[in-house]
T-cell receptor, first 115, second 112 residues
Framework: DTGVSQNPRHKITKRGQNVTFRCDPI?????LYWYRQTLGQGPEFLTY????????KSRLLSDRFSAERPKGSFSTLEIQRTEQGDSAMYLC?????????????FGDGTRLSIL | AQSVTQLGSHVSVSEGALVLLRCNYS??????LFWYVQYPNQGLQLLLK??????LVKGINDFEAEFKKSETSFHLTKPSAHMSDAAEYFC??????????FGKGTSLLVTP
């Protein structure tokens, strides 16, 4: 179990630029989740995949955000035309399919700063 | 929708003292509850989860939590705080089967 891996760890970009983050889940996990965490708050759910299918998207995921999980392995989260309000920590998690008590295992996140 | 409330955004304890972090949930059905810890600039690490098999749940690093339905609480405790316990602690509930709903977190400070 090598854990959930996210890169880059930090991203600084100018407003209006596009950014892409990558997440590599624990290899045997079918589910992959994206969360956003702003300073002083708990993480907020953005979207999740079961294998390659994106099954749910939060209202927080505006049309500038897109996530993919080709072949059901790694996932990417892209933000187009970044805005100041997009500055946050973006966390990826993975889990097995199972009951509601299935724990999600988190990566160390990508911290996005918009100048 | 099910949610959790963490009472106290900051808690300070002395090294060796009891740690008590409070979490109350809102639910009319048995919830699926979790405690996570987050160290600076890191992701979240699972401490323990409530599975309905037992009301007292033991986790890693000597943390435990007790599920009390009558009080709708799932408070986290540790008998003796270590300096290394200083971190942000989050209570979470899973009402949908996929999206965790987190509390706002409690920052634990441990003083020598």
């Amino acid at each position: 179990d090598t854990g959930v891996s996210q890169n880059p760890r930090h991203k600084i970009t100018k407003r209006g630029q596009n950014v892409t983050f990558r997440c590599d889940p624990i290899s045997e996990h079918n589910r992959l989740y994206w969360y956003r965490q702003t300073l002083g708050q708990g993480p907020e759910f953005l979207t999740y995949f079961q294998n390659e299918a994106q099954l749910e998207k939060s209202r927080l995921l505006s049309d500038r955000f897109s996530a993919e999980r080709p072949k059901g392995s790694f996932s990417t989260l892209e933000i187009q035309r970044t805005e100041q309000g997009d500055s946050a920590m973006y966390l990826c998690a993975s889990s097995n399919i199972g009951a509601y008590d299935q724990p999600q295992h988190f990566g160390d996140g990508t911290r996005l700063s918009i100048l | 929708a099910q949610s959790v409330t963490q009472l106290g955004s900051h808690v300070s304890v002395s090294e060796g003292a009891l740690v008590l972090l409070r979490c109350n949930y809102s639910s009319s059905v048995p919830p699926y509850l979790f405690w996570y810890v987050q160290y600076p600039n890191q992701g979240l690490q699972l401490l323990l989860k409530y599975t309905s098999a037992a009301t007292l749940v033991k986790g890693i690093n000597d943390f435990e939590a007790e599920f009390k339905k009558s009080e709708t609480s799932f408070h986290l405790t540790k008998p003796s705080a270590h300096m290394s316990d200083a971190a942000e602690y989050f209570c979470a509930v899973n009402p949908s089967g996929y999206a965790l709903n987190f509390g706002k977190g409690t920052s634990l400070l441990v003083t020598p």
